[in-house]
């Protein structure tokens, strides 16, 4: 099993902002955490339920993989790209990530290619290849809209 610890981001900082981590515990599986981060800017808190999801460490023949989600009332998309980010690049190769997406991004993927949207070029940036968008979610049990990437190994 790989450890991505994403604890360590607590009290990450860009800019006058800052993530804290309030919740961090067990998933469906033992391999799993899911986690929500809030957001801080000048020690004050915007916005409480900020980044959260779900991390997979991997067992076995199943890859790690994180998914994250950021709160759709928050606009500045520099601010959430930054943040998340740091994430990413705490995946190990041979893993994927899914970035949950609002219904505007929803409405640009109907015109744009993943690749060229500021989610997409984010998880390019991060080494990420292979993008899919899940704007129809398997079985409607997968949650919400959502690119992906791959990252080789």
């Known amino acids: 099993m790989i450890v991505m610890d994403i604890r360590k981001l607590d009290g990450y900082k860009y800019k006058n902002y800052f993530i804290k981590l309030i919740k961090f515990e067990k998933g469906r599986f033992k391999e799993e955490r899911n986690f929500i981060f809030s957001l801080y800017k000048d020690n004050e808190i915007i ?13 076995e023949y199943y890859r790690p993989w994180l998914e994250i989600a950021y709160n759709e009332k928050f606009k500045n998309y520099e601010i959430v790209m930054n943040f998340i980010k740091p994430f990413l690049e705490l995946m190990p190769n041979n893993c994927h990530v899914m970035i949950n997406y ?5 409405k640009i993927l109907l015109y744009k290619q993943p690749e060229e949207t500021w989610i997409g070029k984010l998880l390019l940036s991060c080494g990420f290849k292979n993008l899919k968008n899940w704007y129809i979610p398997e079985g409607y049990k997968e949650g919400f809209y959502k690119l992906q990437g791959e990252k080789g190994g």
């Open 47 to 59: 916005e409480e339920f900020f980044l959260y999801g779900k991390i997979f460490f991997g067992r």
């Open 102 to 106: 609002d219904f505007s991004m929803y």
